[in-house]
């Protein structure tokens, strides 16, 4: 079968974020089919970007084809950002009818973060004879909405809302990495969507594949350790939606001997130092290479993940940090007011209220308190979770088995239509 991938995000291992549509097509292509990932060369999520002379300039990583498409540099979520969307999904539109002929697509997803890029999905599709899946990561115009403060009447929203509903109405099926996303489609009037949900995963790296890590971060963790500290870490993004102010207040009750490590960067990382005021009990260090984080998360006691108080999360969250932490057999300390409660559901750690410090170092300081054998057996039970419900290897096979049976449903309708 030959599948036809369009996330403008998409990467790599090499690349970094973002990286579900990398893995997924590397476990498709390891069964035996093509498969083309269309991304911009351009995105602000990557660590490295790729260097495409002309759109369409094709790069190959594990069995997996890249196909970039030039759009303009920016900085920032403005004006430039806006602009590589329109830029990709103009290409898009406009070479459809090429890429259809060049991929033969038998399915297309359409998998960016923005709905926008169905209406050249769509129309590949139908060019090519092909099942169209419409894949959601965020729920658009709603996460705007809610993260923007911006009106439902504002323009911008309606395209975005219109775009949303043409997925919905177009795309022959859809897949979410959302649990409960279905009762959004259905909340917005979509009763008859024929909807799967696919979690986000882990890909469970054999040793000789990770990276050390170097002095930068090895030197700090283990001197904590040999001090006899009680880490609980902190590794991602600093950004708002985090909300790791509270995870910062939380030192401010913690018992004597633990200690706050946030590791990575972003745009809130200045004033989370600020924030931290010199408390000896926090140290920041900077992000790691993806296949650094199984060893960064070996020096943590507990682990810690955090997230503003948001509507959004009524449709549950699908956070990519937790399976990693999971992966690394830590107790965690989860502030996700989400309707999946995949910590709970594991039995691997506390789940607290989130936004409320006085919780974190609760929790922190029961942990503490924590017999060595408990702790290990709690971070057993996330790694067992996390292998059985969310190796990509397993996920991958489900999204295959729903991509096929979608579009040998096509190919059955068309050839019905050619027979009337």
């Known amino acids: 079968m030959n599948?036809?991938?369009?996330?403008?995000?998409?990467?790599s291992d090499k690349m970094g974020m973002?990286?579900?549509?990398?893995?997924?097509?590397?476990?498709?292509?390891?069964?035996?089919?093509?498969?083309?990932?269309?991304?911009?060369?351009?995105?602000?999520?990557?660590?490295?970007?790729?260097?495409?002379?002309?759109?369409?300039?094709?790069?190959?990583?594990?069995?997996?084809?890249?196909?970039?498409?030039?759009?303009?540099?920016?900085?920032?979520?403005?004006?430039?950002?806006?602009?590589n969307m329109y830029a990709f999904i103009g290409k898009l539109s406009r070479f459809a009818g090429t890429i259809a002929e060049k991929y033969k697509p038998d399915v297309v997803i359409n998998s960016s973060t923005y709905p926008m890029d169905v209406y050249p999905a769509v129309k590949i599709a139908r060019i090519s004879g092909a099942a169209t899946c419409y894949e959601i990561h965020?729920?658009?115009?709603?996460?705007?909405?809610?993260?923007?403060?911006?009106?439902?009447?504002?323009?911008?929203?309606?395209?975005?809302?219109?775009?949303?509903?043409?997925?919905?109405?177009?795309?022959?099926?859809?897949?979410?990495?959302?649990?409960?996303?279905?009762?959004?489609?259905?909340?917005?009037?979509?009763?008859?969507?024929?909807?799967?949900?696919?979690?986000?995963?882990?890909f469970i790296e054999?040793?000789?594949?990770?990276?050390p890590l170097g002095g930068e971060w090895t030197e700090p963790l283990s001197r904590l350790k040999s001090e006899g500290k009680f880490i609980v870490m902190y590794a991602g993004g600093h950004a708002l939606s985090n909300a790791l102010w509270c995870f910062i207040d939380s030192a401010d009750t913690l018992p004597d001997g633990c200690t706050l490590v946030l590791v990575g960067n972003g745009s809130e990382k200045p004033e989370l130092i600020k924030r931290a005021n010199g408390r000896k009990n926090i140290v920041f260090l900077d992000s790691v290479k993806k296949r650094c984080m199984h060893e960064l998360l070996g020096y943590a006691d507990v682990l810690y993940l955090g997230a503003k108080k948001s509507p959004l999360y009524s449709y549950g969250v699908g956070m990519n940090k937790l399976y990693d932490y999971m992966l690394a057999a830590r107790p965690i300390i989860y502030g996700v007011g989400s309707s999946n409660r995949p910590v709970e559901e594991a039995h691997c750690g506390i789940t607290v209220e989130p936004e409320d410090p006085k919780a974190i170092s609760e929790a922190a300081g029961l942990l503490m308190k924590t017999p060595r054998e408990q702790l290990a057996v709690m971070g057993k039970n996330g790694y067992d979770y996390v292998v059985k419900n969310h190796d990509y290897k397993i996920l991958a096979d489900r999204f295959l088995r729903i991509l096929e049976d979608t579009a040998d449903n096509i190919k059955r309708n068309n050839q019905n239509s050619r027979d009337l």
């Open 3 to 11: 599948i036809l991938y369009i996330d403008h995000y998409a990467g």
């Open 18 to 83: 973002e990286f579900r549509p990398f893995y997924m097509a590397r476990e498709w292509v390891r069964s035996g089919h093509d498969v083309t990932i269309l991304a911009a060369d351009y995105s602000h999520l990557r660590a490295k970007n790729p260097e495409a002379p002309y759109d369409f300039f094709e790069t190959v990583e594990e069995g997996v084809r890249f196909s970039w498409i030039k759009t303009p540099r920016y900085v920032g979520n403005r004006v430039r950002r806006i602009r």
């Open 138 to 202: 965020d729920i658009w115009p709603m996460s705007l909405m809610v993260l923007g403060s911006r009106p439902k009447w504002e323009p911008a929203m309606q395209v975005v809302q219109m775009a949303e509903n043409y997925c919905y109405k177009n795309c022959d099926t859809v897949v979410s990495v959302l649990p409960d996303a279905d009762r959004h489609i259905k909340e917005i009037g979509f009763d008859k969507v024929d909807f799967h949900y696919i979690p986000n995963g882990v």
């Open 206 to 211: 054999p040793q000789a594949a990770c990276e």
